[in-house]
């Protein structure tokens, strides 16, 4: 039987390669490699993909948070609500701006936030909520913001699984007050290297992050402000403004091969459940089961890769610990970690793989 992997791009490759090459040749013919005409257009293409607002390309999704937690003003001795069934970078960035992440719960059912549970989270040193798209489904912002109302705290979408996704027809990235982007290779959006961006339609926090990422340059040599380095290349950038008009086509792929999943799992295999309002990206396709590595190993005996997202919960990881949680304090987010699966699922899948999944998993579960 064919193998089926977790990710390739090679497929999507073979199609644009000569539009890729020659972007790549037209950057190292231009003489301008570090913020030039690629980083620029691609910051224009991305914010009229998305809305109304601007966006500044930076060097990776982990940075695209600290730059615009950065730039709201967020460090030492403030917090920042968040989840821990997430990728580490949305904690690190927290730690990396000098915050303290405080960590909700999440809903068994959707894998996100559990909005309910925020309330019991918020302090007075609370400065802002990362929300996170896991998987590519959708967190209700607005639900936040009613929590919220009056309180100055800020919202930023952790949109890294997200690009494409939407909640009652608007675009995660435009309903917080910033958001950030990865574009790491497998993302739904993925340069060929690191890049990321953040996005807002509040122009002073853009200005702010346009200095950060280059070390609070407002002009050469002289720093307004602190900052870092975290640029897009040209490289990077060039590809993306290729890549970007295919954004669309790949989502409605990953929705297709979600929707036969849905169609072709049985009934007994728990997924992650998705609100009528959300048009999730399907970053990841994701099951709930107990006896995980069995079935895990199952399938790869048959030639089928699987991945976990995440195994670990990251307030149980050592590196973590100074936090001070236990086991037993985030309980979803705990079963979580010890049941989901994600099976393959990207643009460049083929139908019958997804086929050949269903009928194992069916035949085992
Ligand atoms: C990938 C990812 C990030 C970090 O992006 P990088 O580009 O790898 O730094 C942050 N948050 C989530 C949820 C992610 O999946």
Redesign the pocket.
């Known amino acids: 039987m064919k193998s089926v992997r977790m990710f390739d791009y090679l497929n999507q490759y073979q199609d644009i390669e000569q539009d890729i090459l020659s972007a790549i040749v037209d950057v190292f013919r231009s003489g301008n490699l570090i913020l030039g005409e690629q980083v620029e257009s691609f910051e224009r293409n991305f914010s009229q993909y998305l809305g109304k607002g601007e966006a500044v390309a930076v060097n990776?999704?982990?940075?695209?948070?600290l730059v615009a937690l950065m730039a709201l003003g967020i460090g030492d001795g403030d917090e920042v609500i968040t989840v821990s069934n997430?990728?580490v970078?949305?904690v690190s960035?927290i730690r990396m701006a000098g915050a303290t992440p405080v960590f909700c719960d999440v809903d068994c059912n959707t894998a996100l936030m559990d909005v309910d549970l925020l309330k019991g989270c918020i302090t007075n040193k609370t400065k802002a909520i990362v929300a996170?798209?896991?998987f590519g489904n959708v967190v209700d912002i607005d639900q936040i913001r009613e929590i919220i109302k009056g309180k100055n705290i800020s919202i930023i979408e952790?949109c890294?699984?997200a690009h494409g996704a939407a909640i009652d027809r608007k675009k995660v990235g435009a309903l917080g007050d910033v958001s950030?982007f990865?574009?790491?290779p497998?993302?739904n959006l993925g340069a060929y290297g690191?890049?990321?961006l953040c996005y807002s339609s509040d122009h002073l926090l853009i200005k702010e992050m346009k200095k950060i990422r280059m070390y609070g340059f407002h002009k050469s040599y002289y720093s307004e402000r602190e900052g870092i380095n975290s640029r897009m290349d040209e490289v990077q950038a060039a590809i993306l403004n290729v890549k970007l008009p295919y954004l669309n086509t790949h989502v409605d792929k990953r929705r297709k091969l979600a929707t036969l999943y849905n169609e072709l799992l049985s009934s007994r295999i728990a997924r992650i459940s998705v609100s009528s309002k959300v048009d999730p990206a399907y970053?990841l396709y994701v099951i709930k089961i107990s006896d995980r590595e069995l079935v895990r190993s199952n399938l790869l005996s048959k030639g089928i890769q699987t991945g976990v997202h995440y195994p670990y919960p990251i307030h149980l990881m050592s590196g973590y610990n100074f936090l001070g949680y236990t086991e037993g304090t985030l309980p979803n987010t705990e079963r979580l970690a010890k049941e989901v699966l994600s099976l393959p699922l990207y643009p460049g899948l083929d139908e019958s793989a997804v086929y050949s999944v269903c009928d194992v998993l069916n035949s085992i579960a």
Do not use: N
């Open positions: 990776s999704g982990t940075d695209a948070l997430t990728a970078p949305t960035a996170v798209h896991l952790d890294a699984q950030a990865s574009f790491y497998t993302k690191d890049a990321g970053h």
